[in-house]
Nanobody, 119 residues
Framework: QVQLVEYGGGLVQPGGSLRLSCAAS????????MSWYRQAPGKERELVAD???????NYADSVKGRFAISRDNAKNTVYLQMNSLKPEDTAVYYC?????????????WGQGTQVTVSS
């Protein structure tokens, strides 16, 4: 049974940092690229960063230079280090696999973790 569990979010002041984690199970983690997405209120979910099985990384322009994605295949976990946070980074953050996980034909999403950047 596939599962993605995101955690590490919280309330942080502008300029602060957070480290998100996503624990994956139910598939061979090391074989797949992994991604972080976010969805702000009233907006569509957007891709934030991804990392291939070979640890090649890619970032949305809005987070380039501030966020860093990494993975630990031994722990089946992908991380997102977020620095210099801005209010516009406020969103629910989700991880997923690439190709994206589907269960019963539907895209599978974990519960996400809320990040709120506010003074």
């Amino acid at each position: 049974q596939v599962q993605l569990v995101e955690y590490g979010g919280g309330l942080v002041q502008p300029g602060g940092s957070l480290r998100l984690s996503c624990a994956a199970s139910g598939f061979t983690f090391s074989f797949y690229a992994m991604s972080w997405y976010r969805q702000a209120p009233g907006k569509e979910r957007e891709l934030v960063a991804d990392i291939t099985s070979g640890r090649i990384t890619n970032y949305a322009d809005s987070v380039k230079g501030r966020f860093a994605i990494s993975r630990d295949n031994a722990k089946n976990t992908v991380y997102l280090q977020m620095n210099s946070l801005k209010p516009e980074d406020t969103a629910v953050y989700y991880c997923n696999r690439s190709p994206i996980l589907r269960v019963g034909g539907e895209i599978y999403w974990g519960q996400g973790t809320q990040v709120t950047v506010s003074s």
